[in-house]
Every structure is written in C-alpha cells, then in structure tokens.
C-alpha cells in the first residue's frame, strides 16, 4: 500500500528524511514532506502526475514539513493544482503564511476522520515532544487498514489491541535501536515488549539515526527502504518499496 522516499531521521539525511506515499483513482496520497521530500517527488515527477494531492502531515518538525511549502507553490503556480493538507491543527496555517504562503494557494483539512473516495484518514494522538503536538494515522481502504506512526515513542493502545484483533494489518512504526530518559522515538526493546515473534513480521520500523537493521530482522521486524536506495542511502538499481 506504501511506498518510501525516504527513512531517515532529522539528523541521517544520507537515509532522505521519512516519508511515505500511496495512490488510489488518480490521487497521490503524500505522507509528510520534510526538506528532502520535494526534490524526491520533483525527480520522480510525482506532482504532475496525478490530478489531486493530498499530504497528510504528522507534526511540524522541519524533517516533516521542511519542503511543503514548495510542495504547495510548485503544485499551485506551477501545475495548476490546489493542495490538500490534513492536519488537525490550524497552527499549521501560522507556520505556511511565516513561509509566505497564503491560504489560497492549498486547502487544510483538520478533521479527525476524513473519508476521500475509498480511502478513510484518522488521526491518532501520539507522544513525539513535549512543546509539539503529533499524529500518526490509520489508513483504511476496503478491508486494509495500516497504521503510520509518525515521530512517536510509543504505540498507542487502541492500535496494539486493533493489531492484535486483526483489524489493523501493518504497523510502520519510528524506531530507535536504545532507549533513553528523555524518549522521542520508540526504543526497539519496547516494540520486542509488545509484539510477540509471530506477529512482527508486519511491523516496519523506519526513521532511522543510524543503521541497526540486522539487528531489527534479527528481532523478527521488518525495516522500510526509500526506492533505489539501500539500509546506508546508496543509490541502488533495484526499485525497493
């Protein structure tokens, strides 16, 4: 359902900043788009490709939104196309305008659940930073339902207990490899916790500091690669997803 430009973390930018896409009837649904994010979709000519855009944003840290604002402007003046931003905080509208990016140039959505075509959008609050506000989501098309964390150091319940029912499939969740006493990104010790072996074979762990990810398949996970990109961020000849 997923497709990665990039794994990294804020501070690994060999990996491209994390984010995420999927399309569904001529609609380019973009998770996140930190700084690395619109050269990626320049290149791949994701933008013009498909007539509606949505980009679903998790938090406004720059790894994260670094690059929506050329997003925006090269798909309204450029392109013709007016973006759709779901965010459940207005806030968001403070930091564009700062940008200098007006409201007519894109559309935010903040509801909690936004049903487009097939596809249902819900926001879940996370844990991430004390000063910020965080969201993953779960996204559900037909019988499908996926769960992306965003920056958060924990799983929140209803999704372990959706997991464990069946109801959600796929977990792509931020990992790091240690634990700390001041959490941001979820420890991999506290996924082995949760997660019994059997089912982590559908959880993909990716925002990644550094490259521990011999030791996440040793553990049973799975890790997400961006296309083309390999677990140090060479370029490869092999479209990964």
């Known amino acids: 359902m997923i497709t990665f430009l990039g ?10 900043n994390t984010s995420a896409y999927f399309v569904r009837n001529n609609q380019l649904f973009l998770i996140d788009a930190g700084e690395t994010v619109f050269r990626k979709l320049y290149e791949m000519k994701l933008l013009e490709r498909y007539q509606d855009i949505y980009v679903i944003i998790t938090h406004t840290h720059a790894d994260h939104v670094g690059s ?5 402007s090269y798909s309204y003046f450029v392109l013709g196309k007016k973006v759709k931003i779901i965010h459940p905080e207005r806030s968001l509208t403070k930091l564009l305008e700062m940008m200098g990016i007006t409201s007519d140039a894109y559309e935010l959505l903040t509801d909690e659940t936004n049903l487009i075509g097939d596809i249902k ?4 609050s996370v844990k991430h930073a004390d000063n910020i506000r965080c ?15 965003g ?7 209803v999704i372990v207990e959706e997991f464990f029912a069946g109801k959600i499939q796929t977990i792509y969740q931020d990992t790091a490899e240690f634990s700390s006493d001041h959490l941001s990104h979820c420890p991999l010790s506290t996924l082995e916790e949760i997660f019994p072996v059997e089912m982590r074979k559908n959880i993909y762990c990716m925002h ?6 011999k ?13 083309n990109q390999d ?10 997803e």
């Open 7 to 16: 794994s990294g973390s804020a501070f690994n930018p060999l990996l491209g």
């Open 68 to 72: 929506l604002p050329s997003v925006i």
């Open 121 to 124: 959008i819900k926001a879940i």
């Open 135 to 149: 969201y993953g989501y779960v996204l559900e098309s037909g019988d499908e339902q996926v769960y992306y964390s």
């Open 151 to 157: 920056d958060s150091y924990e799983v929140p319940e």
């Open 208 to 213: 990644f500091l550094n490259d521990f990810h």
């Open 215 to 227: 030791k996440i398949e040793e553990k049973g996970f799975q890790y997400v690669q961006a296309k």
């Open 231 to 240: 677990s140090f961020g060479r370029m490869t000849s092999e479209n990964i």
